[in-house]
């Protein structure tokens, strides 16, 4: 399935002229998928329609360079592991882990998300319906990256999320729940810029833990955590 996957998504990107367009709905045991798109107004999925995966094993490593692209995945199964690197201006990513909470609710999930450039959109959501066991999450943007809005979502027992970004006037929101104790929620915030606008809420049975450094001047940081 793999294979025909990658044929199918070449030949596509070879007919467009001014956009890559690749949608992926695939179910089975395993998968491992590497797609590189270069150019403006690709996208992988869209903004009403996202790719979809289905399997016990999915491991992705989703490209994308240049401006206006769009990637919107869903992921349901046990285990996942994937990169998505964006180079660009006014980008959009949708990720979803257990979008459908039927396939072991993402428990364990290894994500990566990295990107240079402004005005991007990422909104991710690992563990939706039901608590992820073990989620590691890292979000980086690089130093020139302004006014973007990171929204991360993690319902897990044990829920690491790292974000570092380099830039001025962006907007996080987080929201990290499940039921914790014994080294569960965990939060590592880093960034360096200015007019940052930080909402945070932690919320499960113990174990909620905040370490956050911001560098620059008018920031404004709620922080929420319940038993």
Known sequence: MKKI???LSVMFISLSVYANDIYINQSGATLDLDVTQDGQNNTVGSSTTASSVIGATTNLAITQVGNNNVMTFDVNGAT???TFSVTGNSNNIDFNCDSAGNNSSCGTATA??????SSNDLDIDIGETAAATNATVTITGASGSDSNTILGTIDGTSAILTLSVNGDTNNFLVDIDGD????GHTYIHTHTGSIADVDITQSGVYDNMITLTTSGDNHDIDITQTD
């Open 180 to 183: 914790g104790d014994v080294n």
């Open 5 to 7: 996957i990658t044929i």
């Open 80 to 82: 996942y592991t994937g």
């Open 112 to 117: 990566s998300i990295v990107w240079v450039g």
